[in-house]
């Protein structure tokens, strides 16, 4: 979540420069919340009071564009909190997307999320590594379809026919959903370069 970190205040550290030109060249982007204007302001504590409880992360890189902040954490809160899908099951799928474009915010924010859901630690190291986990038939259905969407941009008959099974239409609904918004999660990390909170270790350095 990398959308969120649940039970802390820290912030990644963040260090800007500037052009001649006015133009950030060193990432991350440093957003100050003394410096927010009353469009970015209201963004920032819409946030602040959801569950997420904080702007973190790429939500904070997304204050720079508050209409986008305001659209995008409004999707982000449904895809968190208010899916079909239980937390083991969107959690999982949250992992493969973070291991897929190896975020590593994104893993040090919901890795454990996964794990306090649910999700088998020997499951959440192997999807790290970019291995096939053993899954039980539920959670199978939903890293089936996940991974089949991501590396092959379809998802076989077979595959679809069991998250069906296991999800019903609303739920692979809602997991399509869920896969597109972190992968803007995802993306959002990697453009910018948002590192892990200082301390922590960085999620994919071994890989």
Request: glycine share 8%; charged share 25%; net charge negative.
């Amino acid at each position: 979540m990398a959308d969120a970190i649940m039970g802390t205040d820290d912030e990644p550290s963040e260090e800007t420069t500037s052009m001649a030109d006015g133009h950030d060249t060193i990432r991350p982007i440093t957003v100050d919340d003394d410096s927010l204007d009353d469009e970015q302001r209201a963004v920032h504590d819409a946030i602040v009071a959801s569950p997420r409880g904080g702007v973190h992360g790429p939500l904070r890189v997304w204050l720079l564009s508050p209409a986008l902040a305001d659209r995008a954490q409004s999707l982000g809160a449904f895809c968190r909190f208010g899916t079909s899908l239980p937390p083991r099951l969107s959690e999982l799928a949250i992992l493969v997307m973070g291991s897929h474009w190896r975020a590593g915010f994104e893993w040090f924010a919901h890795e454990p999320m996964a794990r306090a859901a649910g999700v088998n630690a020997e499951a959440t190291e192997a999807i790290r590594r970019g291995e096939t986990p053993e899954l039980p038939d539920d959670e199978r259905a939903v890293y089936e379809f996940s991974r089949e969407l991501i590396e092959t941009h379809e998802v076989s008959d077979d595959t679809y026919a069991a998250a069906i099974a296991t999800l019903g239409q609303r739920g692979v609904v809602d997991l399509v959903g869920i896969l597109g918004y972190y992968s803007l999660i995802s993306m959002t990390i990697n453009a910018f370069r948002i590192p892990v909170p200082e301390g922590a270790i960085e999620p994919f350095a071994d890989l």
